[in-house]
């Protein structure tokens, strides 16, 4: 199965294969259970493709909708350079935002705010002062002010979303000179639930005294930023990588866990071992298994000719003859004749049912409605037979079996139950007359004996009366196909069984080569030159900022709480720091959208 968005793009493709049979499971019926949706919120779609050799059908698009996570933080739309601001006459070099959109987002990156309003409160602190100190401390006295001489200001959320336009500082504002200060935006009032707690948003600006410092250190800080960005870029590239082959590895023994199971099912079924080495020798077993299925199929077998009543509509069950199978052939010859004038009675589910077809025949077809069947006086299907429960020491000849346990039903079992125990009651089949009249006399001395047939084709009533042609079975030629059909043999099942699990077998042989090579091949990519460089690059990048960052006096320290792990290639040579490159010492290291894109990715 695949599920992806509407505009089909293999790099947002999630894959997955069935999940391993169990019990209750249907035949010839495939199980997606606990699969994960994307993780991109929006119009997606799951499309089903089955492979068998040169054929692949694919179903067609169901189109799904993944909603949003609840919201988890605030974030800009469009992350901004680091500010710098300095305390002159100028409101333009006060300014610390023209504008800034705010939006309410999943931990995923989902936009989350729908239907959300309340208030957000911008406040200036200083970056090193913990989040949880009060506000009377000595750096919160010496933290810069807004126009007005306020230490916060609030706007307004609608539908998830804040804009902060012009935030500029107070003229002569406190504030150290060459000091890092944060702009913290956070939701202080909204109509969410009290247990959903939203990150804030926090812009870290530098403040100077100088215009003249101020011009210089917005140029470092620029450089800074551009940076920032690109070391990002790269860790998020070798982030991504190294996730990529977690995910493959985990592929790969998902499938060889999966494939494996089903070897050692097909192992139970004595499929010989050398069957399943490779899909070719999968496939020859497989047909001739096929042909196998097609010989029983084919073989002649007991059929009923009456024909099938169309039964599209799920309130018709169908004719009694074709709602049972019996294999015993002297079995199906007498009960058919028994039941000879039920065989075309056509059963439904209510009342209202039986009367539409009792008109649309113009009351040529028998109908039975199931329910109008009293059912506290159906037979206990479980119950002994009656020598058994008169506690008579009998054991008599004939085996005496009840005639509704010869009975296989191909499906609907409960609802045929009900009408076979109702039209055959505690009929009971022996193999002779002479038996079935030796084992009536015994009954009768402790309980009714209820209607004996036996395989002979005689039938002695629950009365007592046998004899005559009323009491003798037709044979098949003159039942003229008004006869319980055979059941296909067992082997037959048992073929059908095997073929399923050998074809979700090939299947998983596939899926757990096809996974080894994607596998290897992102491996061997992470082992390229090219790879190496990157790596190299970033380092370069990485010194680089720790001299500017030197000069504006701030350090790695916060962003290096927070950085994704670095990437461990294994095999891959560690970057060795050269010499700067001019190329990066001009602003001109972020990788471009063709070298810098993440691999390609079939899951995610």
Known sequence: THTHTRTPDPSHTLTHIPDNITAGDEPNRYY???????????????????????????????????????????????????????????????????????????????????????????????????????????????????TGHQSQIEVNMRSGEATLQSLILEENTPGKDGQQYRLKCELIKSNL?????????????????????????????????????????????????????????????????????????????????????????????????????????????????LPQYPHGHPDILGKIAHLAQIEDNDVARVLSWHMISDMDCVVTMTTAKAQEVYKQTDGRMQVLPLDSIYKKNLPDWAK???????????????????????????????????????????????????DANMYRKEVVNYTHCPTILTRTGDRIRSNGKFGGLQNKAFTLEKLKGTVFSAPLPMQYHAICSQIDTLQSFRQSLLRHQQVKEEL??????????????????????????????????????????????????????PPVIGQRRAVLARRSTTPSSTSMSPPTKRKR
Do not use: W
Not at 113 to 125: F, K, L, P, Q
């Open 32 to 146: 997606f259970r606990a699969k994960k949706t994307p993780l991109k919120s929006g119009p997606h779609s799951i499309q089903f493709q089955y492979t068998r050799g040169a054929g692949s059908p694919v179903s067609t698009a169901i189109a799904v909708v993944v909603a949003a996570n609840r919201p988890h933080s605030l974030i800009p739309d469009g992350l901004p350079a680091t500010p710098t601001v300095s305390n002159t006459q100028k409101a333009n070099s006060r300014q610390i935002v023209r504008m800034l959109k705010l939006q309410l987002k999943d931990r995923y990156g989902n936009r989350a705010g729908e239907g959300v309003t309340g208030r957000v409160r911008i406040a200036i602190t200083s970056a090193d002062q913990d989040e949880d100190d009060g506000e009377d401390g000595e750096d919160e006295e010496e933290a810069p002010m807004f």
């Open 193 to 305: 639930p009290k247990n959903i707690k939203i990150e804030p948003f926090i812009l870290d600006f530098l403040f100077y005294n100088d215009a003249k410092k101020q011009h210089q250190m917005a140029i470092l800080s620029r450089e800074r930023t551009h940076l920032q960005q690109t070391v990002k870029t790269y860790k998020s590239l070798f982030e991504t990588t190294q996730a990529f082959i977690v995910e493959l590895g985990t592929n790969v023994r998902e499938a060889s866990q999966h494939e494996l199971s089903l070897r050692t099912e097909l192992q139970k079924q004595n499929v010989p071992h050398q069957q399943l080495n490779t899909v070719r020798s999968v496939d020859e077993f497989i047909k001739q298994r096929v042909e196998q299925r097609d010989l029983l199929l084919n073989q002649p077998r007991r059929k009923c000719a």
């Open 384 to 434: 002994p037979l009656p020598h058994a429960r008169s506690g008579s020491r009998l054991k008599p000849a004939g085996n005496p079996t009840f005639a509704r346990d010869f009975l296989v039903f191909p499906g609907k079992v409960t609802h045929c139950q009900t009408v076979f125990g109702m039209l055959l009651g505690d009929t009971v089949i022996l193999d002779t007359l002479q």
């Open 520 to 573: 290897k091949s992102q491996v061997d990519s992470t082992n390229q030159p090219e790879m190496s460089d990157k790596h190299r690059e970033c380092q370069e990048a990485e010194e680089q900022l720790r001299l500017i960052e030197a000069k504006l006096g701030v350090g790695l320290d916060t962003e290096r709480k927070t950085a994704p792990p670095t990437l461990d290639l294994g095999s891959t040579p």
